[in-house]
């Protein structure tokens, strides 16, 4: 069990452990992490066709943006975790 699963298994009562946080969760690392190799090799290779002298580094721009967007998303919704308590 990885970290994450670990804190949202904290985060959320059994009740509703399931439906807020398995979609959200499966689709997250799914879809974003998945094709996390696809779409760096294809940027890669589109940078070494295009003559860019360092194109290895183009596959990182994948992951910046996605952690970039992950970290707005979350420093926006994050809010006072007192209030998420669960007695």
């Known amino acids: 069990m990885n970290s994450i699963a670990a804190f949202l298994v904290e985060m959320f009562p059994a009740r509703i452990r399931y439906t807020s946080m398995s979609l ?3 689709i997250g690392n799914g879809i974003f992490g998945g094709l996390l190799p696809a779409i760096s090799t294809y940027l890669v290779i589109n940078g070494q066709e295009a003559g860019d002298v360092e194109f290895y580094l ?3 721009w994948y992951p910046i943006i996605i952690a970039s967007v992950s970290l707005v998303i979350g420093m926006i919704y994050i809010d006072n975790t007192n209030k ?3 007695i």
């Open 58 to 60: 183009e596959g990182l």
């Open 24 to 26: 959200p969760y499966h």
């Open 84 to 86: 998420n308590k669960h």
